[in-house]
């Protein structure tokens, strides 16, 4: 990841709990959380904005 287009965190929610790493530039953007099916994961980007994904 570089300086000026990396992720800045992933996390995964639910109901209960809020999991989030932080990132940082030359960071591999890869983090492993526990599944926990009907959650959803996050990312943000700082070129992108927030993305999201239902956890099935």
Request: glycine letters at 6%; one cysteine or more; a positive charge.
């Amino acid at each position: 990841m570089e300086e000026d287009h990396c992720i800045e965190w992933i996390a995964i929610a639910n109901e209960k709990r809020v999991c989030k790493k932080f990132l940082n530039p030359g960071d591999v953007a890869e983090v492993c959380f526990k599944y926990i099916p009907g959650s959803k994961i996050y990312a943000y980007c700082n070129k992108h904005g927030l993305w999201s994904k239902e956890v099935k």
